[in-house]
Nanobody, 125 residues
Framework: QMQLVESGGGLVQPGGSLRLSCAAS????????IGWFRQAPGKEDEGVSC???????YYADSVKGRFTISRDNAKNTVYLQMSGLKPEDTAVYYC???????????????????WGQGTQVTVSS
């Protein structure tokens, strides 16, 4: 069964850090672009950060300089290191996988091959 599983969410104070993981099973991530998206109540889904199969990355303006995406193909996992967290970062974060696309195109698209269930990130004092 092919699936993506997110982990690492939680409650953190403003200014704090979290590292999210997106682990794939049933298929190899090597040739897939992977994206992190977030869904906040009352807001449209946002492509936060995406990474292509060659390691090129894209970041939404709202997270540039604070979030870092990386991938470890040997572990079949993609990470999102989040620092300087703000209350407006509160959302359900989910990862997606799309075969053979660029990082920017992936983050700007709502069509993907695989989707994870999401992990809650809450930034609050």
């Amino acid at each position: 069964q092919m699936q993506l599983v997110e982990s690492g969410g939680g409650l953190v104070q403003p200014g704090g850090s979290l590292r999210l993981s997106c682990a794939a099973s049933g298929f190899a991530l090597d040739h897939y672009a992977i994206g992190w998206f977030r869904q906040a109540p009352g807001k449209e889904d946002e492509g936060v950060s995406c990474i292509s199969s060659d390691g090129s990355s894209y970041y939404a303006d709202s997270v540039k300089g604070r979030f870092t995406i990386s991938r470890d193909n040997a572990k079949n996992t993609v990470y999102l290191q989040m620092s300087g967290l703000k209350p407006e970062d509160t959302a359900v974060y989910y990862c997606t996988a799309t075969y053979g696309t660029t990082a920017q195109a992936m983050c700007l698209s709502a069509i993907h091959n695989y989707w994870g269930q999401g992990t809650q990130v809450t930034v609050s004092s």
